[in-house]
């Protein structure tokens, strides 16, 4: 028996070309109403209109039924609701409760916000997936498309497609009902039998993009496993990084490295120059009160065990250096409240609110505190103005400077209180003006 050997490889059969559908053309929307009711009331099933625009009532010629998508998108909406229930209470009540407080672990009410996001979140895409689904979408290949007239469908052309799948369908007698409604063209749609079967370059694209996106997951991975010198992978900076020196920081701009730069030598800064000794430090002018820097007056003011000494050797003021008035008396009294006030009460006697916590938690052992010195003392009553400024502004004993929190008038301002107040103490009915004097005497 002899073996005949053919290069030529066998192939398949082509597939045949299969009717699937009779598509009629209609010159308007008009006329494609009619039709469609006419199809309606036929009994047909599988069949659609085409246009290249909305049709309203379309939907009633064609007897279209109402979509399901209003009771999936409904289901979606409860079901993000409930998960938004469950996970919040499961997180809060139940698996990790935390007071805050004395709030309740879980509450209808304060649960309401994340209700309504996951609502809205499952209801989007319920809408989204659900409508896809119900008009089996996306749909890769069509029949219709290789009919040449059709492609004007989405420009001005009007079309009535009957499926040959549809248990009424006979060719003779769709035609000739079809040619009842008046068409401008009927035409018969094939399917030449092509594969549907998506290419298989789309599948190796596919995974390849697939393994693709796994190497940036495990590029994170492993940097957030192992330890780097390295500094971190900034996506978007934001003001993460800015082109600025940081308090503290290492600069190879300049030569000794340090970011942070000193005074430069024998200049001062706009607005700075603070030449009456007088007003910025509470001196007396002349060239004593001039040899006198502030660093003697800081050192003056607390010595290094933190007890105060005596510095009243500087020529310290006696009277004050800007001018005396109501409005100057009560920015003092406001000023006292909010600074002195909390330590020293708002009698001076060193028994304000912060005072007696402290003196109150030093009786149980927790700590040490040094009450205030009373301002009605006579240790304090006799000290100058200048040297009450001085202690406003570098501190004494354990007091810190408020030099960086109170600007100078607001220090002199708090002085002129404090002189008010030490006098209101010891204060004699001499003390008192005459027209006030003969106000008081009068009764209310």
């Known amino acids: 028996m002899a073996i005949v050997e053919s290069d030529e490889v066998a192939k398949p059969p082509a597939a045949q070309p299969k009717l699937v559908s009779v598509l009629a053309e209609f010159a308007g929307p008009r006329e494609l109403m009619h039709a469609a009711e006419k199809i309606r009331d036929s009994g047909f099933t599988k069949w659609d209109c085409f246009t290249p625009f909305p049709v309203h009532g379309i939907d009633d010629a064609m007897g279209t039924k109402r979509t399901k998508l209003p009771f999936i998108v409904l289901c979606a909406a409860i079901c993000g609701g409930t998960t938004a229930i469950a996970m919040q209470w499961f997180c809060n009540a139940y698996d990790y409760p935390f007071m805050i407080s004395g709030k309740p672990f879980f509450s209808l009410p304060s649960s309401m916000p994340v209700v309504f ?81 998506i290419p298989s370059i789309f599948f190796k694209t596919l995974a390849m993009l697939g393994l693709l996106a796994i190497v940036p997951v495990v590029m994170v991975a492993q940097l957030r496993a192992l330890p ?30 340090r970011g942070m730069r000193l005074p430069i030598a024998n200049t001062v800064a706009f607005g700075e120059l603070k030449t009456d000794r007088s007003f910025y430090n509470g001196l007396q002018g002349g060239a004593a009160s001039a040899e006198i820097t502030d660093a003697m007056l800081l050192r003056g003011a607390v010595a290094a065990n933190g007890e105060p000494v005596n510095n009243g050797s500087f020529p310290w003021v006696t009277e004050f250096p800007l001018e005396v008035d109501e409005q100057l008396m009560a920015r003092g009294r406001e000023r006292y409240g909010i600074y002195c006030a909390p330590c020293h009460g708002y009698e001076g006697d060193g028994n304000g609110l912060i005072t007696q916590r402290a003196m109150e938690l ?62 209101s103490r010891d204060a004699s009915p001499d003390d008192v003006p005459a027209d006030v004097k003969e106000r008081l005497s009068q009764g209310p």
């Not at 900034?234 to 300049?254: N, R």
Request: aromatic residues 10%; positive net charge.
């Open 228 to 257: 780097s010198n390295l500094p971190r992978l900034h996506g978007q900076w934001d003001m993460d990084h800015q082109p600025k020196l940081k308090t503290q920081k290492h600069s190879e701009l300049f030569v000794d490295g």
């Open 362 to 423: 030093t009786g149980n052992g927790r700590g040490a505190w040094v009450k205030p010195v009373s301002y009605h003392s006579d240790p304090i009553r006799m000290q100058p103005v200048g040297k009450l400024f001085n202690t406003v502004t570098n501190g004494q004993g354990r007091m810190p400077g408020y030099a960086s929190q109170i600007p100078e008038k607001d220090r002199w301002a708090i002085v002129l209180y404090l002189k008010a107040l030490m006098k």
């Open 117 to 197: 996001e996951l609502s809205v979140l499952f209801s989007a895409f319920a809408t989204l997936f659900g409508m896809l689904g119900l008009n089996g979408l996306p749909q890769l290949y069509n029949a219709l498309f290789k009919v040449d007239n059709f492609r004007r469908v989405t420009d001005d052309k009007f079309f009535l497609g009957i499926e040959t799948t549809d248990p009424k369908f006979n060719v003779d007698q769709t035609k000739t009902l079809l040619n009842s409604l008046h068409p401008v063209l009927i035409e018969e749609c094939w399917d030449s039998g092509e594969t549907r079967a």
